[in-house]
């Protein structure tokens, strides 16, 4: 099966449902990064390659982190701002 990838430009401004477009959530130690499910330990090495690398890095954290949507949600949003504060953004 392939996998389903958000395109650059104006496609990533609102993009369609990762679930109707085929996508499942990952198992427990894996991840999901580019339109595939891998190991987190790769997942966290191509994310942090891309933020590196990337002209204008940015983090969007998503609905669970911004809305607090559950206790897991405020762990989430720290490591998200160690990130922030961490790697070369402006």
Known sequence: MS??????GPEAFLPPAAASMGNVLPDPGEAHIGGEVVPEEEAYDKAA????????????????????????????????RELALE????
């Open 3 to 8: 996998h389903y990838e958000v395109k650059a």
């Open 49 to 80: 390659r891309m933020i590196l690398g990337a002209k204008v890095p940015t983090i969007f954290p998503g609905p669970l982190v911004l809305w607090k949507l559950n206790e897991h949600s405020n762990a989430k949003a720290k490591a998200i």
């Open 87 to 90: 790697a070369p953004m402006r």
